[in-house]
């Protein structure tokens, strides 16, 4: 038998004490459970959060995750972007412990838990895309049973269901059933579900999700909190390349179930900082027997017959492509042109995306 932190016996002078005067609860740090029996592999072992390697999951023919493999360090909101249907969604639910991978392995704080997936959830808090298992529970209750699951004492859990609803500013919806919200309220409250009893590590999958502004800026702000103060580690699932990029401090990109690329958002977007994105709304369709404009329709990653263009040109020749429509006959026929810096999408696009489904509010 192993040795492990957990089988070796405290002198029985030290017991006697621990009676006499328990050691003061820590309720509201995130832990870390040292792994119990087993040992993870030793290419698991690693100091970071995370360690993903070579996982498949098939449904069928599709393969919902084809070889992924990532290191998530320790304290960091870690992002997976990719369009719908990327596997994006299919990876967070192996890590998990929901859904089991068909090969590879995941290492959670040095657990193993492709092996002991049911050690997920005394880990992470994890918010799914669906939540319907709280709808019928008042918001307040939602985020007090849920920091009782998580071990707190009935009063400890008042306290942190208070103050997790005042830090989202749900306080007045605190007697309102989940079922009874609007979409992005009932999001939020979920989002308080999700937030209320410390994890050392949270996964959210699409947060945000139907969100307004305040909301969402009250979401991240509490996440950023937490990783701040608390050194918590974040995974988080999106398609919106905009919180992409204020957000996150890593990011992998995700495409028909692989990993296209993982690195900060600006030493991605620096892979393709000498193009500059050109969109051109026409105001009815393209003018496109005009030489100049259907010089630029090879260009255009829209369909030639929409209004909207966008195309990605190195510097100069963005420069030439909107001095030759606003400086000729094509001028009449353009509603509005934008020339903006690459943002995620550009460089999701440039790696060989598909396009379909990234979300820039
Ligand atoms: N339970 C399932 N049965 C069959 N196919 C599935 C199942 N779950 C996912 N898939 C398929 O696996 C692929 C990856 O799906 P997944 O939900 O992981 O993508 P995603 O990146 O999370 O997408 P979204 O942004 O829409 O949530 C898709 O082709 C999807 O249709």
Known sequence: MSRSYWHHR???????????????????????????????????????????????????????????????????IFGLLGPNGAGKSTLVRQLTGLLRPDSGAISLLGHDLVRHPERA?????????????????????????????????????????????????????????????????????????????????????????????????????????????DGVTVILVTHNVIEAETVLDRVAVMDAGRVIACDTPGGLKARIDDEVRVELVWRETAPVHLPEVAALSARNDGAENGRRWTLRLPTDEARAAVAAVTGGPAFDALDDFTLTTPSLEDVYMSLGGRGEGLVKA
């Open 10 to 76: 405290e002198p029985s002078t030290l017991r006697a004490r621990r009676v006499l005067r328990p050691a003061p609860r820590r309720e509201h740090q995130p832990r870390t459970p040292r792994p119990k029996g087993d040992r993870v592999p030793s290419y698991l072992v690693s100091t970071g959060a995370c360690t993903i390697r070579d996982l498949t999951k098939s449904y069928g023919d599709v393969r919902a995750n084809d070889g992924v493999s990532l290191d998530v360090h320790r304290g960091e």
């Open 121 to 229: 959830s005394r880990l992470l808090g994890y918010l799914g895309q669906e939540s319907t298992a709280l709808d019928e529970l008042p918001v307040g209750l939602a985020a007090e049973t849920t920091a009782r699951l998580r071990g707190l004492s009935a009063r400890a859990a008042r306290t942190e269901r208070d103050a997790v609803l005042d830090e989202l500013g749900l306080t007045p919806l605190a007697a309102k059933p989940l079922a009874r919200l609007s979409g992005g309220q009932r999001r939020l409250a979920c989002v308080a579900a999700a937030l209320a009893g410390a994890r050392p590590v949270l996964v959210l999958d699409e947060p945000t999700t139907g969100m307004d502004p305040v909301a969402r800026r009250a979401v991240w702000a509490a996440v950023d909190r937490r990783r701040t103060a």
